[in-house]
């Protein structure tokens, strides 16, 4: 018996719930929202197709009471990205959204296990974790899973193999700095740079870069065609709460506060880690590049800066 809680009946907040409910990853999925009419409405539509999804029921509301004695909380409430906005340009908005939420949601389910989705999903991470007081490994953020999600679909439609058996990984922020992580990139045994075509050639640098430069910018293309992102970072969170709940071990992606990680400390980061039952329990080191290792600290210093904008210090 397991119970998740999903705060926020946006877009995200009820794709999230019904990738939890179609495969059944807990037996009670929890929809709050602030907006009682719109967060009912959603529970309803749910509630009515849950003859097909097994054990799994879902209740919610406005009464973040609901929320009492869950397992996992997985967090997608705030403003959403706009056409042309940036996700650390919702930083303010959305801390001021946590800062409100999180001592709530300790405070009824204190053993649970906090999953950030709400961009900037590093900055919210960083402050929730500091909010909260929890370690590292039970308030984390969902990071790079979706954009590694992206980076394997492109390779294998590229590569004309299926999307499991690419090995690769974006990392970093879950932003405009993220970048894939080319050097540690497999296709089954084979280093991706060795790879051969159909025709018998390898991909280009130029290849690589334009891969990357889509990945990155998928979420604005998504966006403004329509209005926003959801199915695929709903079962992105749906992902990673199977991984908990299982307790498979599996590496993700996800971002959480580092300490002493090439350099980094104190700040929310994707990088491989593995996720149990206890969270996001082991970031991964990675061998990487010189140019990698610069991208990272690109990437820890936009979250940075970002931090020190809402008057957070790293001291």
């Not at 929320?67 to 930083?91: E, F, H, M, N, Y």
């Not at 999600?149 to 932003?175: N, P």
């Not at 990139?185 to 740079?193: D, E, F, K, M, N």
């Not at 980061?269 to 061998?287: E, K, M, Q, W």
Request: overall charge negative; aromatic content about 4%; charged content about 15%.
């Amino acid at each position: 018996m397991s119970k998740i809680s999903v705060i926020g009946a946006g877009a995200v907040g009820s794709a999230t719930a019904y990738a939890l409910l179609i495969q059944e990853v807990t037996n009670h999925v929890v929809l709050y929202d602030v907006a009682t009419e719109k967060v009912e409405a959603e529970v309803l539509d749910l509630a009515h197709g849950t003859l097909y999804t097994g054990a799994s029921r879902i209740t919610g509301g406005s009464d973040i009471q609901e929320t009492a004695g869950s397992d996992l909380v997985i967090i997608t409430a705030g403003a959403k990205q706009k056409p042309g906005q940036s996700r650390l340009d919702l930083a303010g908005t959305n801390t001021a959204i946590l800062q409100n939420l999180m001592p709530q949601l300790l405070n009824l389910s204190p053993e649970a296990i906090f999953i950030l989705v709400t961009n900037p999903c590093d900055v919210l991470a960083t402050v929730a974790q500091r909010l909260s007081g929890l370690p590292p490994a039970r308030v984390f953020a969902s990071g790079t899973v979706l954009d590694s999600a992206r980076l394997r679909w492109l390779l294998a439609e590229r590569l004309g193999v299926a999307s499991a058996s690419v090995h690769a990984y974006i990392i970093g922020e879950h932003g405009d700095s993220e970048f894939a992580l080319w050097s540690q990139a497999r296709v089954g045994p084979i280093p991706l740079a060795d790879w051969r075509l159909a025709d018998g050639s390898r991909l280009s640098a130029e290849d690589f870069e334009q891969i990357a430069l889509e990945v990155k910018n998928a979420a604005y293309r998504v966006i403004q065609g329509k209005g926003a992102t959801n199915y695929a970072i709903g079962l992105s969170a749906a992902k990673i709460a199977s991984a908990i709940l299982s307790d498979s071990n599996e590496i993700l992606p996800v971002s959480s506060v580092l300490s002493g990680y090439h350099g980094i400390s104190g700040i929310a980061l994707s990088v491989p880690t593995i996720v149990n039952r206890s969270g996001a329990v082991r970031p991964l080191d990675l061998a990487m590049t010189a140019a990698e290792q610069a991208k990272l600290k690109n990437s820890a210093d936009a979250i940075t800066a970002n931090l020190v904008s809402l008057g957070y210090s790293l001291n």
